[in-house]
């Protein structure tokens, strides 16, 4: 059973484009949302994460929006860049039991 | 310092081969795991340590076996492994909260480079 799923499998987005991914999950015990970047040949790097008592979080140009009521979430990458291309994560974990559950992943090309 | 610094970062090995990953922070972290990605796949749980101890086990085969000696090590042991098990392999580290314990933001996990692990 896939506990979050996430959309789309790629993107491609224009030099200062925005950039949006989503996720969305089942179990509403979930309480800690991240999302993830990863470039090849590296380990997953924290973004930027949410709890469910916020509805949006912005940190720089990367922006978590938060819908508890329909169980999703999503990552907007505002004025993306082609150093921005990369594969993210989102993932969903209960604060309390430390494991992390990954979404499939979005590969996300910016064009210059 | 929030760098958690795994070695080797490239391993080839036999499938009689008996070899080590090793993962090292120093953030103070108490909760410690170990993560296996393959290719154009999300990283997958296979162990979690909370306070040096084996709290998560995926299901992991016993050719993996992980080890934590203390708080800012963890190691993973690996023994007859099978081609299959060609991967890239995370070692992560986070705070472990307890109930009523901390807030967003001392939770996050950081992850290391990775050991690229090839069996032949």
């Known amino acids: 059973q896939q506990q979050v799923k996430q959309s789309p499998q790629s993107l491609i987005v224009q030099k200062g484009g925005i950039s949006i991914i989503n996720c969305a999950y089942e179990?509403?015990?979930?309480?800690?949302f991240p999302w993830y970047q990863q470039f090849p040949g590296k380990g997953p790097a924290l973004l930027i994460a949410?709890?469910?008592?916020?509805s949006e979080k912005k940190e720089g140009r990367f922006t978590i929006s938060f819908n508890k009521s329909a169980k999703q979430f999503s990552l907007h990458i505002m004025d993306s860049q082609p150093g921005d291309s990369a594969t993210y994560f989102c993932a969903v974990s209960l604060s309390y039991g430390n494991k992390l559950v990954f979404g499939a992943g979005t590969i996300l090309r910016v064009k210059s | 310092d929030t760098e958690v610094t795994q070695t080797p970062k490239h391993l080839v090995m036999g499938m009689t081969n008996k070899k080590s990953l090793k993962c090292e922070q120093h953030?103070?972290?108490?909760?410690m795991y170990w993560y296996k990605q393959k290719a154009k796949k999300p990283p997958e749980l296979m162990f979690v340590?909370?306070?040096?101890?084996?709290?998560i086990n995926e299901s992991v085969p016993s050719r993996f076996s992980p080890e934590c000696p203390n708080s800012s090590l963890l190691n993973l042991h690996l023994h007859a492994l099978q081609p299959e098990d060609s991967a890239l392999y995370l070692c992560a580290s986070s705070h472990r909260l307890r109930p009523g314990q901390g807030t967003l933001g001392v939770f996050g996990a950081f992850f290391g480079q990775g050991t690229r692990l090839t069996v032949v």
């Open positions: 953030m103070g972290h108490r909760a």
């Open positions: 949410i709890r469910p008592d916020v």
């Open positions: 340590y909370s306070y040096e101890k084996l709290s």
């Open positions: 179990n509403t015990a979930f309480d800690y």
